[in-house]
């Protein structure tokens, strides 16, 4: 079965330190990855999504991912986090075939950011 | 702002009436998806329409049902409600059927006591 797994429920940094969040996904085929952010109380934004190509994207906020075939995974990177990053994080993928174009998302990952 | 509406925002009710929840995808979107997320089963996936047509089922009770019309806002229903129905319920758009990136509404906060 599809599914997507984020490792780590809760993390915790402090303000200006480096960030890593786990993804690994499990698909018949590449799906196409993407990471969604929930500030508290707010919807999903979409911070970076990968479909093919290069395997290091960027997105918005200066996120980045790395996707990697061989480890079957799509982490989340920061090189300083800022305290407004404080949020929860999901992994997402589809494969959209046929039209059916669902998100699967991971469980998500809790960051807390101490000043 | 996704530019994803939702309303209303928040919505008590109690067990056993039933709801509507509204949503109005980005301008030019003519996909609506809606989501379900709850603390036991996280961000689930329920009901997708394009330009008017359901397009592809996910986890959705038999209880509720969906609908988008022609000016492409779409409206989720929910009856007989039970405790357990109590989650956020997100609305998402893309602009075509194979398009796979999804804007997000702000949610509906669905309490039911």
């Known amino acids: 079965a599809q599914s997507v797994t984020q490792p780590d429920i809760h993390i915790t940094v402090s303000e200006g330190a480096s960030l890593e969040l786990r993804c690994n996904y499990s698909?018949?085929?590449?799906?196409?990855l993407f990471w969604y952010v929930q500030s508290p109380g707010q919807g999903l934004q979409l911070l970076l999504k990968?479909?093919?190509?290069?395997?290091l994207v960027q997105g918005i906020k200066g996120f980045e991912a790395e996707f990697k075939r061989s480890q079957s995974s799509f982490n989340l990177r920061k090189p300083s986090v800022h305290w407004s990053d404080a949020a929860e994080y999901f992994c997402?993928?589809?494969?959209?075939?046929?039209?059916?174009?669902?998100?699967?998302f991971g469980a998500g990952t809790r960051l807390a950011v101490h000043p | 702002d996704s530019g994803v509406t939702q309303t209303p925002k928040h919505l008590i009710t109690a067990t056993g009436q039933r709801v509507t929840l509204r949503c109005s995808p980005r301008?030019?979107?003519?996909?609506v998806y809606w989501y379900q997320q709850s603390l036991d089963q996280g961000l689930q996936f329920l009901i997708q329409y394009y330009n008017g047509e359901e397009r592809a089922k996910g986890n959705i009770l038999e209880r509720f049902s969906a609908q988008q019309f022609p000016d492409l806002h779409s409206e989720l229903n929910l009856s007989s409600l039970e405790l357990g129905d109590s989650a956020l319920y997100f609305c998402?758009?893309?602009?075509?059927?194979?398009?796979?990136?999804?804007?997000f509404g702000p949610g509906t906060r669905l309490t039911v006591t």
């Open positions: 998402a758009s893309s602009e075509r059927d194979r398009a796979y990136e999804q804007y």
């Open positions: 698909y018949g085929a590449t799906p196409y």
């Open positions: 997402a993928a589809t494969r959209g075939a046929g039209g059916y174009n669902k998100l699967i």
């Open positions: 990968y479909f093919s190509g290069d395997t």
């Open positions: 301008s030019g979107d003519l996909s």
